[in-house]
């Protein structure tokens, strides 16, 4: 769980006369992530593509063309099928022909029908000038310019131009310029005239317009036709063309399978990763198939630093192990036969370590769909802790913290439900695991607070108006919002002490001494620092509610039976110790000073970043941030609803408690009165359009406060997790496991 699944680095080395047995049935188990061979070793060049796999690549491509053509989708696959090689020759080429005439007659009418439009949108404003076409061109002692612009301005230019003899013709905006003059276009720039090309045509350009109106029906309408036949194609062959695409997709990949393997004339040898625990099916499945003509090794299992060098490689049989005991199957070992290879004097080149193993995250089902949020950032290296569970265990919390609200939860568990059930996007469907998850603890804290969307009458009916914790937005319970904010901190602390707890444990491949130096001085500089400030060294100095006798956890307004953090044994260091000059110095100080010194000794360069200590942890403060603007938010839209009035510092809605707006100001005044709210109106009419105003503003309203929620809460914690968390420890670039094999959905071999 907090390691990806061990991997183990394997051999398939044969004779070249089982070699697409061989492929075939590696194909068909899917469990060989294959790696390229790179030519290093001596005699063995790179595999050359089965004999077809030309041709077979070039159907592939008709086949994908086609379906870009007729536009089909999974959902036209209809029922798995077997496609012969009769039918990839013979019913794919008659596809093929129908449906490239049909597009190609698609083309011309969608070109021709281009055209057309562009001629309509040509001749509109002839039609909307009403002149002959005829009469505005073919003159020789005459100009003619038609266009838009400005009629006066026009007038203007032509008079400047000492330009006598002229006349405009104008109608809805279009303007028809005749003048005697050889520069009638350079005149009219002046004017800002836009002129219109003037149509090669005779007559009336209504006329004309209708025409070509007419045209254009013809054209939508044979092109509609043509556009049903290839509806009627897709519907027609759609399915098999879903299915031989995945038919030649497999084939193709089988055939250029041995470009990735090392070979020599008569032999091959196919190395790559697979999950330990697997060797055993991927051998004893080859060894059905193909007998004593193929050797399958298990060379290692392989365990990684952080930089990807080898620092425990367990050999597994093989002659690159001389003297090692042949595994069995019980224990993941290897099933090995011994004829066919004339490479078995070149075993020696199975020592190859510069290949870095797949990834396959290990998670309960549960947990799984968070790999999605960690994958955002980068799939995690072999090497590397696997993040994912740790995600799990925050994130929940932080969103539901920030939210709280019974009724929020519900909608996002069920928002949840219908992404993980509903879509088979395998990302789709973890973010619904995601939401399902954030949303059970959003109302489970919704409950804590007393709180339904917005509304306090959870807690009325659950706690008797008393709910074990608020939020701390009303004024009675503002002291809520500075516990809220020291339990920021104090998530910020643990957050980021675990963080550096993984980098410690990630760091002893390297060695005791550099994991405390590398990742224990930031430990040490937290703990010092944020020590010192939640001392009584720093008490009439820090903020109250932080420490001594007014702190938040002592009884204001939670009582915990002492006096601030201080009387936690980890903050029992004494407050202060001589200095020189006879100051005093807290020893929490000194702890921060020894961090540093620390820092410095693994790296110099680092020790300028020494405050992210305190700029992190402080960055957790955005938590109780949000949830106070959220909880505003939704007190915001029942307020606008509902109305509310104010009495002993808390605050009350008037509808819900079923008092009127005069109840309220007749018994506590009109001071207490916040706003009286849509729906208390006096009168039947304004009844009326209150309900109706105030159930849109209700629904509405919330739905935004439940939108902005993902948008606010659920980017806030995910920001904590990604750059205050994955920051301490977490690099990523793991490459995906990738097994060589097919996943049918559309084809069967039955």
Known sequence: MLRPERMSRVSVTGSKAVMDDVIETVHDLRLLHVTDYDGAWAGFDSGSPAEGADAASEKLVTVRSLQSILGVEDEDAGPA??????????????????????????????????????????????????????????????????????????RRALADADVDDYRIDSADGVLAVFARTDDLDDILVSADFTGYAIPDAQGSPDEYLSELEHEREQLQSKLRTVDDRLEEQRLDVGGFLLAAEETLAIDVERREAPLSFATTENAFVAEGWIPTTRFVDLAEGLYEEVGDHVEVDELERAQYDGEGKVISREEVGGRDAPGTPDPTAADGGQVRADGGSDVSAERGVHGRTDTNPPVVQKNPSGVSPYEALVQVINRPKYSEIDPTIFVFLTFPIFFGLMIGDLGYGLLYIALGWFLATRFDSDVVKSLGGVGIFAGVFTAIFGILYGEIFGLHVLGEVMFNGHPPFHKGLQPAYEEYALLWLTVSVLFGIIHLAIGWIVDFYQHLDHGLGEAVLESGSWLVMMFGLWGWIFSYALEGTSPGFMVGEDSVFNGNPVDLGFTGLPAFDLFTIPGALPFVGGTAISAWIIVFLVGIVMLYMASPIEVVEFLNVLVNVLSYTRLAAVLLAKAGMAFVVNLLVFGAYEHDGEWHFIFTEGYSVAEVTAEYGQEALIFPGLVNGEGAVAVLLGAIGGILLLVVGHALVLVLGITSAGLQAVRLEYVEFFGKFFEGGGEEYSPFGYERHYTTED
């Open 81 to 154: 099928r077997i496609v012969t090689e009769d039918a990839l020759e013979n019913e794919l080429e008659e596809i093929r022909t129908t449906v490239n005439d049909l597009d190609d007659q698609r083309s011309d009418l969608r070109d021709e029908l281009r055209a057309v439009e562009d001629r309509i949108s040509t001749m509109e404003p002839f039609a909307r000038l009403g002149i002959d076409l005829d009469l505005l061109q073919g003159y020789d002692s005459l100009s003619v310019a038609v266009g838009e612009g400005d009629e006066e301005r026009v």
